[in-house]
């Protein structure tokens, strides 16, 4: 078992080796990768391979991104910590923790009421209080809270779901795999003006959102 040291020093060589050398540049999102333990989130079973170069498994048939695709999705989004941010899929919980270290608050929203218990229980132990989980249908977004200056989106869509676009604020961004169910593209939107500008980042495989304007199961 390893101890708190030695998952602090693995933690940095994943953001030089994995994140950096990819060419992630922000200084807050490579210090946040640095700072927040992964390995918390991942199942015990897991945890010597917590700080890889690839998703992990959960439970439920879902997964743990893999941490340059946090890094990347993260830096997308531009965040300067003034703003509501909406996470659809919150799985483990990791990738919610790095948005709280970077924004005012954060809403998450995951399907399967046991990842989200456990993503719950693990941001308490950890003190994020700016946080909320919620189980349900993340692809219809959040009504009530919305508009959201950023949406990220970490499970792959068939197509853009307009009840998202609809939440995003003005001059707001969002993050969003978009494509088949096998692999996908991963797109960055922009709303401006009431008009929605798609840009696409590179290409990505995650697992399909399902839901009401995602996939049907
Ligand atoms: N961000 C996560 C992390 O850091 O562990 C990774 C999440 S995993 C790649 C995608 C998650 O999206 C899964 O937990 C899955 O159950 C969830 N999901 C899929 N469709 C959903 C939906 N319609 N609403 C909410 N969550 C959904």
């Not at 003034?82 to 919150?90: A, I, M, N, P, S």
């Amino acid at each position: 078992m390893r101890n708190e040291v030695e998952f602090s020093s693995l933690r940095e060589r994943m953001v030089a080796t994995q994140i950096a050398n990819r060419g992630i540049k922000g200084r807050e999102v490579l210090e946040v990768m640095a700072k927040v333990p992964r390995h918390r989130f991942v199942l015990p079973k897991y945890l010597d391979s917590a700080y890889e170069d690839h998703p992990l498994p959960i439970g439920e048939g879902q997964t743990i991104s893999q941490p340059y695709m946090v890094a990347l999705m993260t830096e997308c989004l531009g965040l300067k910590g003034v703003e509501k941010v909406l996470e659809v899929g919150t799985g483990s919980g990791y990738q919610s923790a790095i948005l709280a270290e970077l924004s005012k608050e954060v809403y998450t929203i995951e399907r399967f009421e046991s990842l989200a218990e456990r993503a719950k229980k693990v941001l308490s132990d950890l003190e994020y209080k700016n946080v909320k989980v919620i189980v349900g249908d993340g692809s219809r977004g959040l009504e009530e809270e919305a508009p959201f200056d950023r949406i990220v989106v970490t499970a792959g869509a068939p197509v853009l779901p307009k009840s998202l676009a609809d939440q995003l604020a003005e001059g707001g961004k969002m993050v969003i795999p978009v494509g088949g169910s096998f692999s996908q593209a991963l797109l960055l939107v922009e709303k401006e003006k009431d008009k929605v500008k798609t840009t696409s980042v590179c290409g990505c495989v995650f697992v399909p959102l399902i839901g009401e304007y995602g996939w049907k199961r």
